[in-house]
Each structure stands twice: as structure tokens, then as C-alpha cells.
DNA sequence: TTCATAGTTCGACCTTAGCCGAAGCATTGG
DNA sequence: CCAATGCTTCGGCTAAGGTCGAACTATGAA
């Protein structure tokens, strides 16, 4: 009777409203201070302290400590992973909750996922790659072709850089709103910020909402067709 | 301060222990009853069947009733990504508990349920005459098409006077030992009528075990492969 | 030094919800 | 009809844990 995994003290720590929030607000990618956290969580700044502790006992978060603050990141990407599946069952049942306003438009369109492009525009740039043969799926594995390797060092990503990085350079990623695969790792890191470094795209200050400017949103579509 | 689903109240639902272990038993993909997931999360069966009540209103099982079980399942696959996601971080991802049904071999092969037949040929002549387009299955619902009636009044059934009986002719019935569909209603109790009067089964005399002669065996492969 | 800000710990409330006993339905079998 | 079985509902008990005020530590700035 006694359980494999223990998957009930994961959920039940996710499973906060209070806790909730501030994993949600860290699934920008951002690192926050507590009292950031707090103020995302809407709770004081004592009750977030004690529920950041939780969370970082838990391996879901990691801190670093810098002067005195100390700013807080999903630990693993597999965290913002299982998020994100989460975000998927929550969104798939209840529309009820969550009124469409403009800023909603923009999240589906596109935004940040734990520093990688999420949405429509994540979800387009997977399938252009994938169709063009510059990457290559096989059920959860995932990579570059040689094809693609060229491609991604003429967009400007430091290729070599990155396979140094122990992390591994693709993953995919299951989209909550479009419930297809975009491009996570290191790789899909380094992407979006190479398309913020050529300004084509701009992040929102309050939310997860990645913003298009009309020169990148052009220049996106004629290398992700 | 509010964006996207709400995952806390998904998260929480998994995050009890009891129901986290429901769950996870769930995760073998079969149906289990009310009683058999009370034993699983280790709880009373009034315990249980207050979980159940909340999953089920959370959408993460589907629920199908028959007779005076319940059957319980886990809604979509998405739910399943989801626990396993949710498994992987838990890290110590570990072996799956399976209880079987019935140890009886004669019972788990052939079995009366309800008077109709259950168990291995059961659910063998479900799909076999699912699959040579004798019977439709829509959902729930469940039908002889054209073709199986001619087939049923070959078999030596009289269809009419079925008919007239106030009982739905065909019903799905989920197996025990199964967990399949098998032929239920009042044209599944009439098959296994006739399949007693050819001889081809016995009932045992102390269980509800059927015992195949061999010229019924026989018979039987040759008439539902 | 003194003050201000960031975060932690402690203690005391208090709501939430998990739990079971007992009784109540519902279905099946005899 | 009655008995047995599967499940639900109700009521009360209890424990867990979320919350905040207040006091405490640590770092940085004037």
C-alpha cells in the first residue's frame, strides 16, 4: 500500500494558492526577491518567507543570495515542465475563471516560458524548424540536425557556448494554451534571447507576455515560415 | 496579480495523499471501483467516496456506473502526462503497484456476470464482433447492426422475441478482471443461453466460473475470432 | 554610529478539510 | 418480500497548516 513517488507532497506544495502564484510569477524565468514574491502572492512578506522555505526544501525553487536580497528561480527546468502541464488540465476545464482580456491575447500569442518562447509564435518557429529538417523528433528526444546547426549559428546563437552548458541543449516543452511542443533547453534559451538582443521582440514589465515589435514580428515570420 | 489558469486548485486536488494514491493507481489505465481505490489510498470506503466526488468535479476521472459498482478512470491522457510529470519530479520514481482482479484462473477466463458471458472469451467476443461490424459502439451506446442480426439469428437466438422484453437488447459491460467491454443486456444473457443449450459451457456448480467443453472451445474460437 | 531595508523566527489565532461512525439509498440475488 | 452489497450523505471530532503581529538578525547607506 505504501507509494512509489511520492507525488502527493509535490502537488500539495504546488497546491497553495499563495505557492501557486509565485510559481507561476517565476515561470517568466525571472529571478524574484521574497518581496516581490510576496507581493505576486498577496500574502505578507513573513507568510511568504515561510512558504518560499517550503519551496526550496522541496526542490522546486533555488535561491541565490545577493547583498541582502536573495532571488529566488524554478530550480529545474523539468519544475517549469510540469507547470506548464499543470496550466494545461487548469485551462483545458476551467474558462470560467480566467476572463480573456487583451493581455490574455498577447500571453497566447506570445510568451516567455521559463526564459524560452511559448505560444502561437514558440509553437510556429517549432514547426518551421521541425518541417525544414533542421531538427529532428523522436518521441521525447530531440536535437539538432547538421542542417540545423548552421542555420542556428547564422541567426547569431554561439553554438560551441552552449554545448559546454550541462544542460541539455533541446527539450520540448508542452504548450498550455496551444497544446502543442515548442523548443525548451539551452537552445530555445539562447534563441529568444538572441531575438530580444536584435530587438525583435520586447518583454512585458507585468507579465509573462512577450511583445512583438512590427520589425521583428516581419522579420520572425520570414525565418519561421 | 491574477494570470493564467488556476493551477493551485488542480494541484491541490492531486496533493492529498489519499487521492494522490487513488490516483496513482489509476495511472495502470484500468477502471477500479470505489471500494478498490478506498483500499488503494488506504481509507474508509465514505472517505473515499468523498474523494472521488471531487475528482470527478475537478475533471481528472471519468466515472461509469454499472449496476452497483462504480467504475472509476482516470479522465484523459493529459491527466496521466501530468501525473508523470508531476512523478518525475518526485524523484524517487518508483515501481507502480498493480492489484489484479480475480486469482481464479477458470474465472478469469470464462465467468458468468449477470448471467451474460464475462472474463477472456467475453471480452474475445466483443471485439470480435465489434470488429466484423455486428454490432456498433458509440460511447456508451451500443447496437446490432443489419448484419448481426442475420448473424445472432444464425447463432439460433430468436431476436423477436428479445425485442419485446422491457431490458435495453445490447449493453456495454465493463470486466472485472478485464477491464474491458464485454456483450451485456439482454441479447448477452440469450448468447450465453444458447451457448449452454449447444453444450459448448457448463456453469460451475460452486462459482460462477463457465467451463468451455472442448467441442465448445473449439466452436467458440471458430465462431468470435 | 544610527537608520533603513530585507528577510527570518516565534507565537497565537483560526479556518480548512480529512477522517470515521452511523444511517440512508440503490441495486442485485434469493 | 428480505438480505447483502456498493456507495453516498450527515455530523462531529481533530489535526494540519496558512495567516499575521511582533520581535530578531543581517546587510547596506548616511
Given at each position: 500500500?505504501?507509494?512509489?513517488?511520492?507525488?502527493?507532497?509535490?502537488?500539495?506544495?504546488?497546491?497553495?494558492?499563495?505557492?501557486?502564484?509565485?510559481?507561476?510569477?517565476?515561470?517568466?524565468?525571472?529571478?524574484?526577491?521574497?518581496?516581490?514574491?510576496?507581493?505576486?502572492?498577496?500574502?505578507?512578506?513573513?507568510?511568504?518567507?515561510?512558504?518560499?522555505?517550503?519551496?526550496?526544501?522541496?526542490?522546486?525553487?533555488?535561491?541565490?543570495?545577493?547583498?541582502?536580497?536573495?532571488?529566488?528561480?524554478?530550480?529545474?527546468?523539468?519544475?517549469?515542465?510540469?507547470?506548464?502541464?499543470?496550466?494545461?488540465?487548469?485551462?483545458?476545464?476551467?474558462?470560467?475563471?480566467?476572463?480573456?482580456?487583451?493581455?490574455?491575447?498577447?500571453?497566447?500569442?506570445?510568451?516567455?516560458?521559463?526564459?524560452?518562447?511559448?505560444?502561437?509564435?514558440?509553437?510556429?518557429?517549432?514547426?518551421?524548424?521541425?518541417?525544414?529538417?533542421?531538427?529532428?523528433?523522436?518521441?521525447?528526444?530531440?536535437?539538432?540536425?547538421?542542417?540545423?546547426?548552421?542555420f542556428v549559428c547564422d541567426f547569431g546563437v554561439d553554438l560551441d557556448g552552449l554545448s559546454m552548458a550541462r544542460a541539455p541543449l533541446c527539450r520540448s516543452c508542452l504548450d498550455w494554451s496551444e497544446r502543442r511542443t515548442h523548443l525548451a533547453g539551452s537552445l530555445?534559451?539562447?534563441?529568444?534571447?538572441?531575438?530580444?538582443?536584435?530587438?525583435?521582440?520586447?518583454?512585458?514589465?507585468?507579465?509573462?507576455?512577450?511583445?512583438?515589435?512590427?520589425?521583428?514580428?516581419?522579420?520572425?515570420?520570414?525565418?519561421?515560415?
Open positions: 500500500m505504501k507509494e512509489g513517488p511520492d507525488i502527493a507532497r509535490i502537488a500539495a506544495l504546488i497546491g497553495e494558492p499563495a505557492r501557486a502564484n509565485m510559481l507561476t510569477a517565476l515561470m517568466s524565468g525571472k529571478a524574484l526577491t521574497a518581496t516581490e514574491l510576496a507581493g505576486e502572492a498577496g500574502v505578507t512578506l513573513q507568510t511568504a518567507s515561510g512558504h518560499l522555505a517550503r519551496l526550496r526544501d522541496g526542490d522546486l525553487v533555488q535561491v541565490r543570495k545577493q547583498g541582502r536580497h536573495k532571488y529566488f528561480a524554478l530550480a529545474h527546468a523539468d519544475v517549469a515542465t510540469t507547470l506548464e502541464a499543470l496550466m494545461g488540465l487548469a485551462a483545458g476545464q476551467g474558462a470560467l475563471r480566467t476572463r480573456i482580456g487583451p493581455k490574455d491575447a498577447a500571453m497566447r500569442q506570445a510568451r516567455v516560458c521559463y526564459n524560452h518562447l511559448a505560444g502561437q509564435m514558440g509553437v510556429q518557429m517549432f514547426g518551421s524548424l521541425l518541417q525544414r529538417g533542421l531538427i529532428w523528433q523522436e518521441g521525447e528526444a530531440l536535437g539538432l540536425t547538421e542542417a540545423g546547426k548552421g530555445g534559451r539562447a534563441m529568444l534571447a538572441r531575438m530580444e538582443t536584435l530587438d525583435w521582440v520586447r518583454r512585458d514589465r507585468d507579465s509573462r507576455a512577450l511583445l512583438f515589435t512590427s520589425r521583428g514580428s516581419e522579420a520572425f515570420s520570414r525565418a519561421f515560415t
